[in-house]
């Protein structure tokens, strides 16, 4: 019997984006339903309804929500394609405490360096550079962060990157002079297929962000 | 303060493992550290307690932890794991040959996360609301839009419980899992916010799934021994009260 899989995505969401590298990663054939998010479907609000968002992965008509409990779920129902997660337990707990990091910090702090202005912002961006920074640090002379190959944290933290121009431009500093080895491990992992098809253009989402900022009458 | 928990190395119960060197990090009034003891107990792996010190940070917290400088950390033969999600799963995946702390099928896993989650970002917040409104002007109203927050959030855990319980006893099924603790953990710090504030959270109308459940987990053996008094906890609640309450620093 065929696998049917949906995934109720928003273009820009950058969790979305790992979902779609993780299935892309491992060939699996999928429906993307595009949400509109001021006037979500009925599916959507019937398949999370505990947080109404997106992304939400349907498999066989089970819903799976939040971005990184859906690429852990991908890793285990699909292991034996392209394995994301390391098998040592040990590389296991480190691979997840980077990706619970990311969760913490990157969104919120990139979020941040958009929607603020003057003393505000400059905090931001520096507290944003901290964390890319020790991100970098973690990456070492390593390819990936999962070692030779792409892995967990890569699929995690790659999706920043087509936000990394809209953050650069609001705050007006430039990531690579900060981070090049994180912008060269990005460029990296953009060689792969699953991952340049998954990211939108970073001007197109210079632009959704400024329209964003429009909406919210954030100068 | 009187400590229950004692800070010598607990008696191994007879694991046929080599017991490795296992050092927990950690304060005795914590949820989260509760939960890596809890997850050890159930696997019968022997560990060492190093209590924290109130107000501040031991020298090996800074090192194996240098990026949030928080508790619980696991060590194992040397080797830091942080986040009390992380350490638990870690433990289960270590130490197989005890029961499993988090369902073996993919989705009964990802659902087990998904409430994890919920629990640790949007429910638990909800209930520390509830002492925040205390401190604020108009105490009243905030108190109980915050408590209405927590009891609409039980009732969302109340069914989340039917399903994941499928009739037994716990969210893990016969035995405590991955969800049973995580929201266990938080059971002292609930009860003692019901006592402080004179309110009933978790009651026989609206959640009694959750009533006989919460009885079930406090009287659990791998649970019993690392479950703070509310009395102790009512100390510290009330340190924090009276932080909060305190006219901001000049």
């Known amino acids: ?219 | 303060m009187f400590c229950k928990c004692s800070s010598s190395p607990r008696l191994c119960l007879g694991s046929a493992m080599a017991t490795s060197d296992v050092k927990l990090l950690g304060a005795w009034a914590s949820p989260y550290v509760m939960r890596p003891r809890i997850a050890l107990n159930i696997k019968s792996v022997s560990y060492e307690f190093l209590e924290e010190t109130v107000g501040s940070k031991s020298q090996l917290l800074l090192q194996s932890n240098p990026v949030h400088k928080k508790m619980p950390v696991l060590i194992h033969a040397g080797k830091p794991i942080c986040e009390s999600l992380i350490i638990m799963q870690y433990i289960d995946e270590v130490w197989t040959n005890g029961p499993s702390i988090l369902p073996s099928d993919p989705y009964d896993r990802a659902i087990a996360r998904f409430w994890a989650a919920y629990i640790d970002d949007k429910w638990f917040p909800s209930v520390s609301g509830i002492t925040r409104a205390q401190g604020e002007e108009a105490k009243a109203v905030a108190t109980a839009v915050a408590i209405e927050q927590v009891s609409a959030g039980l009732v969302v855990l109340e069914e989340a419980f039917e399903k994941c319980s499928k009739g037994k006893g716990y969210f893990g099924g016969e035995q405590i899992g991955y969800v049973d603790i995580v929201l266990g953990s938080f059971l002292g710090w609930t009860r003692m916010t019901e006592k402080m504030n004179g309110v009933k959270l978790i009651d026989e109308a609206k959640t009694p799934g959750l009533v006989g459940w919460a009885e079930r987990f406090c009287a659990n053996n791998a649970v019993k021994e690392v479950m703070p008094e509310t009395e102790k906890l009512e100390e510290i609640a009330k340190m924090i009260q009276a932080k909060f309450r305190a006219p901001p620093p000049k």
């Open chain 1, 1 to 219: 019997m065929a696998d049917e899989v949906v995934l109720l995505d928003f273009w820009p969401s950058p969790f979305g984006m790992r979902v779609r590298i993780a299935l892309a990663e491992k060939g699996i054939k999928y429906e993307y339903k595009e949400e509109d998010l001021r006037n979500k479907s009925p599916l959507l609000l019937k398949m999370n309804p505990v947080h109404k968002k997106i992304p939400v992965l349907i498999h066989n008509g089970k819903p799976i929500c939040e971005s990184l409990i859906m690429v852990q779920y991908i890793d285990d129902v699909w292991k034996d394609k392209c394995p994301l997660m390391p098998s040592d337990p040990y590389q296991r707990s480190q691979a997840r405490f980077w990706a619970d990091y990311v969760d913490k910090k990157i969104y919120e702090c990139g979020r941040k360096v958009w929607t603020t202005k003057g003393e505000e912002q400059a905090a931001a961006k520096e507290e944003f550079i901290g964390c890319l920074k020790l991100l970098e640090g973690e990456l070492g002379d390593k390819p990936y962060f999962g070692g030779e190959k792409m892995g967990y944290v890569d699929v995690v933290l790659v999706p920043f990157y087509s936000w990394f121009y809209a953050y650069e431009t609001c705050g007006n500093f430039s990531v690579e002079a900060e981070c090049p080895k994180l912008v060269a491990w990005a460029k990296r992992c953009l060689e792969k297929e699953s991952v340049s098809k998954s990211l939108p253009d970073p001007h197109k989402v210079y632009d959704f962000v400024l329209h964003l900022k429009k909406r919210f009458g954030i100068e």
